[in-house]
């Protein structure tokens, strides 16, 4: 659906229900548009980037890498 801006202030609660329900609802001003959408559908539009926690466990594998701290004593130092 397209909406004056005017109208789409007066109504901007049925607006949000509708671009969460139905899909994207364009709003135009003098001859400009925006869209109101989803944060769903905004993710799904541009491909969104998977969460941090995602991103490390897609990682390489750690298996096999000596992950053990070295417990020998520090050298002295004279200050």
């Known amino acids: 659906m397209v909406w004056q801006l005017a109208e789409a202030k007066n109504r ?16 135009t001003r003098r001859g400009e548009a925006v869209v109101v959408l989803s944060e769903a559908e905004y993710h799904r ?12 466990a897609s990682g390489p ?6 992950l053990g701290r070295d417990t020998s004593p520090m050298r ?3 200050l």
């Open 45 to 56: 539009l541009s491909g969104a980037k998977p969460s941090f926690t995602a991103y490390l």
């Open 76 to 78: 002295d130092v004279s």
């Open 61 to 66: 594998s750690l298996e096999g890498v000596d």
């Open 12 to 27: 901007f609660s049925e607006v949000v229900r509708l671009a969460l329900s139905e899909g994207p609802q364009r709003v």
